[in-house]
């Protein structure tokens, strides 16, 4: 089985004490918690926040790839960086683990394909195009609808991901985002990491007629693992709890002094809080894969954990370790090892292929 997960938060915590190669107590992602759960490729996203300006986030982003080459190349026994589905099967046959580069939020590019272009160069193979905000190319699910879907610039920004066969991954866009690409590109786009608003109502998750028509176009929704976006009852939880500001207050303290052990520390005490608290797991994330393979289909559902990028991960599923447990799950649910190994990676696979050759 080929398992790859399409979003993990990853990067933005190597800039800080973190070590690819030890198995933190925090981390939701090292290289032995990816052995231990038998994954095969990892996708780490360079996330710029949009309190950032331009010229702040591009550096950000940079160094964060430095990073992420950085670690990766400190430990040739166990990872290597790959580029493509053709790498990362390589890479598997040589008993390492793959690390692919994505982007969340388009930030960091700014108003100039150029730089796009230089970040493609570099090794990135997907582009969020937004986060939680309206930015330079489209309007966000958390937005004010800036440009009423994609901006001419974002229109620009998807022609030249095709070209250059980059996915365009539609995860926090807006509804009107969301169509606007499906229109705009010449190759199927992906959500990388996206729940399901008939079980979830999250701004951010995808509706039954977006799964469907993402699926007509031949791309694939990638479930989040996140219980914000799992439930309902535990974003309810979450707001009573008064914990989510402590959180934010945490993660900004953090971005502004990567370095500092007592940011570190506070971070971790806040994540401990929040895991007291009940939420959903491994159950809810396989009902809402479920529901996307009963509405879009087998073919075009498979995982984007969103894993060291939320701030308290699923019950039972506490780092990408635990991952086996979705795929057991599935197992008991009546799902074939043929139907899984789709799930587990071979969708996005395909879809990646596509793009690629396109
Ligand atoms: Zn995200």
Redesign the pocket.
């Known amino acids: 089985m080929f398992i790859l997960d399409s979003h993990c938060d990853t990067p933005s915590q190597l800039i800080r004490l973190r070590k690819l190669d030890k198995d933190g107590s925090h981390s939701h992602v090292d290289f032995p918690k990816l052995r231990r759960g038998g994954v095969d490729a990892v996708f780490f996203a360079l996330f710029t926040p949009n309190t950032m300006v331009a010229d702040a986030a591009t550096r950000y982003a940079l160094q964060m790839l430095e990073a992420v080459y950085e670690s990766v190349g400190e430990n040739p026994d166990m990872a290597a960086m790959a580029f493509s589905p053709d790498d990362a099967f390589r890479n598997k046959e040589d008993g390492l683990i793959s690390v692919f580069l994505g982007m969340?939020n388009g930030l960091p590019i700014q108003h100039d394909l150029s730089l796009l272009r230089l970040f493609h160069r570099m090794g990135v193979r997907y582009m969020?195009l937004c986060?939680n905000g309206d930015n330079e190319i489209c309007d966000s699910a958390a937005g004010n609808a800036r440009w009423g879907g994609l901006s001419g610039f974002g229109r620009e920004v998807v022609a030249e991901m095709n070209r250059l066969g980059m996915l365009v991954d539609i995860?926090?866009a807006s509804d009107k985002t969301f169509y606007d690409c499906l229109e705009t590109s010449s190759v199927p786009i992906v959500s990388t990491?996206s729940c399901c608003r008939a079980l979830a109502s999250h701004r951010r998750n995808l509706s039954d007629p977006m799964l469907r028509a993402l699926a007509d176009k031949g791309g694939v929704v990638q479930v989040n693992f996140y219980p914000l976006f799992l439930s309902d009852s535990f974003a309810h939880t979450l707001a009573q709890s008064g914990l989510e500001e402590e959180a934010d207050r945490a993660e900004a303290a953090f971005i502004a002094s990567p370095s500092d052990p007592d940011a570190v520390r506070a971070w971790e005490k806040t994540q401990d809080k929040l895991k007291a608290l009940p939420r959903p797991g491994v159950k809810e994330i396989v009902d809402h894969i479920d529901h996307a393979v009963n509405v879009a289909g087998i073919d075009h559902v498979g995982i984007g954990s969103?894993f060291d990028?939320i701030n308290v991960p699923p019950l039972g599923l506490e780092d990408i370790s635990m991952i086996g447990r979705l795929f057991d799950q599935m197992t008991i649910r009546g799902y074939s090892d043929d139907q899984i190994e789709k799930v587990a990676g071979l969708n996005f696979i395909r879809v990646f292929n596509e793009a690629l050759r396109a």
């Open positions: 969340e969020t986060h995860a926090h990491h969103d990028g």
